[in-house]
């Protein structure tokens, strides 16, 4: 479980450490860099961080997801590699973990993860509901996954039984069992239900899918989470490693020097978070390498919109 109170109370002044660190003052970037534009210095140096509007926390930008990655059974060689990325995970700063009853045995590995790493305190634990009913059975078997009594975050996966669900979740946060209540969408699906939902209801979150190339959530489903105080958690951010794909072999353009950016998934990484809306982007990875590259994009200077603009360009004609 996160620990709140030394997020809370360090949390703003260690994201301007750890993003001021990487980010360039504007005599020094290049001409391209400044035609195109980056973030404000307090923009970027807030990166690293994000706010919960609804209670305040502060989130770790860069989570990690489990789509996939960690369905690995009891292979104890893939159980360690597991354990691996996760303790790579910790020791860059945390966050959140998500994961879902459909996603095979991943819920179990981490669960067994945690408990091999001392249940770490930086941990922001989310999972989902994906059943049509019997919803108050499967939080008792995704708790009992995990090795956990409350969850940071409990999510209608896909909108499968929303209504009841979200009822049920409700009433295990007003009891405590539940810190943050949200919905999930992927692949772009169901966004006018997605929004009816979002209007009706008092969410904490949000989860869908964002990136360079799927950007339909830009129109509709982000301002309104903005406008709402809703955290938006982004999934997909790669779509499944066929971006990273498609841009492998790709020359860097030349500004992503002046955003710290090293590879092609640190721009794609940079282009979700440098949107206002976005919370937390949750990349699922086998390699702990990954990990750590992945949580150094949300730190330093962030693209402004022509630059953002110009990544998601490139990375369409690739």
Do not use: C
């Amino acid at each position: 479980m996160i620990d709140r109170r030394s997020v809370l109370k360090g949390g703003a002044a260690g994201a301007l450490t750890a993003g001021a660190a990487g980010a360039l003052p504007v005599q020094a970037l290049s001409p391209e860099a400044s035609s195109l534009g980056l973030t404000s210095a307090g923009q970027a140096a807030a990166a690293d961080l994000r706010r919960i509007p609804s209670t305040g926390l502060m989130l770790p930008a860069v989570g990690l997801g489990s789509w996939i990655t960690f369905n690995v059974g009891n292979d104890p060689v893939l159980l360690d590699r597991s354990i691996d990325v996760m303790r790579a995970f910790f020791e860059e700063g945390g966050g959140m973990i998500d994961s879902s009853p459909m996603y095979g045995s991943a819920q179990q590995t981490i669960g067994h993860g945690l408990a091999e790493l001392g249940s770490p305190e930086t941990l922001f634990s989310a999972d989902k509901i994906w059943t049509e009913s019997g919803g108050a059975q499967q939080f008792g078997d995704t708790r009992a996954a995990w090795r956990t009594d409350r969850f940071d975050l409990m999510q209608v996966h896909n909108l499968v039984g929303v209504e009841e669900n979200l009822e049920m979740l409700f009433a295990r946060k007003a009891v405590g069992e539940i810190g943050h209540v949200g919905i999930t969408t992927s692949h772009g699906r169901r966004h006018r239900d997605f929004e009816d939902v979002m209007r009706r209801h008092p969410l904490d979150f949000v989860q869908l899918t964002y990136n360079v190339l799927d950007r339909d959530v830009e129109d509709r489903l982000l301002p309104l989470a903005a406008e709402k105080g809703i955290a938006v958690i982004v999934n997909r951010p790669f779509r499944r490693g066929a971006l990273i794909r498609r841009t492998q072999g790709a020359p860097l353009p030349g500004f992503a020097a002046e955003l710290g950016a090293v590879t092609w998934a640190d721009l794609m990484l940079k282009f979700i978070l440098s949107n206002p809306a976005v919370t937390v982007v949750i990349p699922a990875t086998t390699r702990p390498d990954h990990v750590r590259q992945n949580k150094v994009a949300a730190r330093g200077a962030m693209p402004g919109p022509r630059m953002r603009a110009e990544i998601a360009r490139l990375v369409a004609q690739l």
